[in-house]
């Protein structure tokens, strides 16, 4: 028997961006299943790509082990290509997806990831954001191979050119990962309109300040539209939580008067130095520390 198993709130947001007339993306919570695509493909074949993607990963009733997921991505895929075949005007059509899911295997909880394509899926925990996933992209691809710098792959060209997508072969490979949740972390999904315009230190700075998933995902997706907004943006972030001590607010208040070491150091600020702001200390903290609490999410027990 499980001794306490820990519940989650998730928040999630999309936008069109500044340039694209088409949003592409699309995303989910619903009964414990958390994930974000990003679709391609003609002006409204993507789009119907990434809906087809997040509405079969819905259709996962009950979570058993990651395996569940990988098999939804699957089913996924083989509904998206023997969709595009039969409609000409759909020929072409892909999406990526990020994904993750909890699930209690031999009283121990866990935490499914899955992913194909360059949507990305982050954990934040003490003060540190780690990228989780690969990106299935051609200039992630040379970066792993030792062939590229990172801060080359940045300007490249075609840093947008992804080798893995669902939609493309009827067979795809998913990527997985079993995760242990810990209460007090949060992970974030994101498509790639996030990481392109803003910095891993400003993402760092709204997961420490946002006390709830409702207001980093606006500000997350507010700071990629002032980065340019140059794709659709796409954001969910996941709360990991002790059923019994919801203490985000303090933690928030903490970080506006500590600082991470990546938001400190970006701001040329010293860690240990409370962060200065123009406006009034009350209406910072009304502010970052978010308008309201969060509901637990579907998948809540």
């Known amino acids: 028997m499980l001794e306490k198993e820990l519940v989650f709130d998730a928040a999630h947001l999309t936008h069109v961006g500044q340039l694209r007339e ?113 990106d299935h992209s051609l200039v992630a691809g040379l970066v792993r191979d030792g062939l590229l710098r990172p801060d080359q792959a940045e300007q490249h060209p075609q840093k947008n050119v992804i080798t893995r997508a669902l939609g493309i072969d009827p067979n795809v ?17 994101c498509s790639d309109g996030l990481f392109n315009e803003v910095s891993d230190a400003s993402i760092i700075e709204v997961l420490s300040t946002f006390a709830f998933p409702e207001d980093a995902v606006a500000e997350l997706v507010d700071r990629a539209n002032a980065g340019g907004g140059r794709d659709n943006i796409t954001v969910l972030v996941l709360d990991v939580l002790d059923p019994d001590v919801d203490d985000r607010e303090a933690r928030a208040a903490e970080a506006l008067a500590n600082p991470p070491a ?18 009034t200390p009350a209406t910072r903290l009304r502010r970052l520390l978010g308008r309201k609490k969060g509901n637990p999410s579907d998948g809540a027990k």
Do not use: C
């Open 173 to 189: 490979e998913v990527d997985r990962w079993v995760l242990t949740p810990v209460a007090g972390e949060r992970y974030l999904l």
């Open 22 to 134: 088409v949003n592409q993306d699309a995303a989910t919570v619903d009964m414990g299943i958390y994930a974000v695509a990003d679709g391609m493909g003609g002006h409204a074949a993507g789009e119907v790509a990434a809906a087809m993607a997040v509405e079969s990963l819905g259709a996962v009733i009950r979570m058993a082990g990651v395996e569940d997921l990988i098999n939804a991505v699957k089913a996924a895929n083989r509904a998206i290509t023997e969709r595009a075949e039969k409609e000409p005007e759909l020929k072409g059509m892909g999406t990526t997806i990020v994904a993750m899911a909890s699930y209690v295997d031999r009283d121990v909880q866990y935490l499914g990831l899955v992913n194909v394509g360059d949507s990305r899926g982050y954990r934040f925990a003490d003060g540190t954001l780690s990228q989780l996933t690969d």
């Open 262 to 279: 990546a938001v400190a150091e970006a701001a040329g600020t010293p860690a240990s130095a409370p962060k200065v702001d123009d406006d």
